[in-house]
């Protein structure tokens, strides 16, 4: 599975941005999909997972009630809409697929947040 994410970007604090992340193939073999996020000199965190059948999420605390993830099954995508953007978000966001072959991730993609 090939992963292509896109959507990052520089906002100011408070703004919003949408990340997409399209799958090269169908997602419904997919067990979860999901995204991390790294910022600089930090260790990789969970953002946001889906399970693919059924659409049981988890969030991290620091974005519950912010950020919200939903999937396309049609067009093999999980998007991750961030709203109430804060400083503490910048980071590069990285999506991965969690399948029955192995675990898959994208290319990262940065979103810088100024205050």
């Known amino acids: 599975v090939q992963l292509q994410a896109s959507g990052g970007g520089l906002v100011q604090a408070g703004g919003s941005l949408r990340l997409s992340c399209a799958a090269s193939?169908?997602?419904?073999?997919?067990?979860?999909m999901g995204w991390y996020r790294q910022a600089i000199g930090q260790q990789r965190e969970l953002v946001a997972r889906?399970?693919?059948?059924?659409?049981?999420?988890n969030y991290a605390d620091s974005v519950k009630g912010r950020f919200t993830i939903s999937t396309d099954n049609a067009k093999n995508a999980v998007y991750l809409q961030m709203n109430s953007l804060k400083a503490e978000d910048t980071a590069v966001y990285y999506c991965?697929?969690?399948?029955?072959?192995?675990?898959?991730w994208g290319q990262g993609t940065l979103v810088t947040v100024s205050s």
């Open positions: 889906i399970v693919i059948r059924g659409a049981g999420t």
């Open positions: 991965y697929a969690n399948t029955r072959d192995g675990l898959f």
């Open positions: 193939t169908s997602i419904s073999s997919v067990i979860t």
